[in-house]
């Protein structure tokens, strides 16, 4: 019942700049278990269908974006040629799928106690200059949202996870077959046999 399963990709970013492995030894010293594992250079449809493209999201990107650009004094309009959040969202959203398929991404089955949870407070949070030191984003990010939206592109923040176990169990679907995951028993695990 304790026991989660969740994706993790290290996008392009983070396999390019050769910290993969420190990456993924955080997420292995904090007790998680690799049960799928493999690099991939996504197809344009696999991005696509990575990043969900409902309005409540795009709407949420570009408000975000609004208010990033109104704090730093950026002329949106000028930058990216609309005011419209609805718009905006549907360029931040390609920009995403763009980035995803650039290059090769390490895609993960995490599995451990609160992996979800777990994962995203290991990662900190999506901005990178937001992310608190220790996380894996405070640690070895160099991006910020403004730098992102004023370059035309997504910011660079190293590691997707799965939000929630809906989402989780959907992009682990997405992006592995059943027979490529792999069950085992870990040395530690009879400490929380629940």
Not at 61 to 72: H, I, V
Not at 75 to 89: F, Q
Request: hydrophobic share 40%; glycine share 8%; with cysteine.
């Amino acid at each position: 019942m304790f026991i989660e399963k969740t994706l993790v990709l290290l996008k392009t970013d983070a396999v390019q700049r050769g910290i993969s492995g420190e990456i993924i030894h955080r997420f292995e010293r904090a007790g998680l278990k690799i049960v799928g594992l493999k690099i991939v250079k996504p197809s344009h449809e696999l991005a696509k269908k990575h990043y969900d493209a409902s309005e409540e999201v795009l709407l949420r990107f570009g408000n975000n974006t609004l208010n990033d650009c109104k704090k730093f004094g950026i002329d949106l309009k000028a930058n990216i040629g609309t005011e419209s959040a609805l718009e905006i969202g549907k360029i931040v959203w390609q920009w995403n799928v763009d980035f995803l398929k650039s290059g090769p991404v390490i895609a993960l089955v995490l599995e451990g106690l609160h992996a979800i949870e777990n994962v995203r407070m290991l990662c900190g949070t999506t901005i990178p200059f937001n992310a608190i030191p220790g996380s894996i984003r405070g640690d070895f990010s160099l991006d910020s949202a403004i730098g992102a939206n004023v370059r035309k592109r997504t910011i660079y923040n190293l590691v997707h996870a799965s939000g929630n176990p809906k989402e989780a169990e959907a992009e682990i679907k997405m992006w592995f077959k059943a027979d490529e995951l792999v069950g085992y028993k870990r040395t530690h695990e009879d400490l929380y046999n629940y």
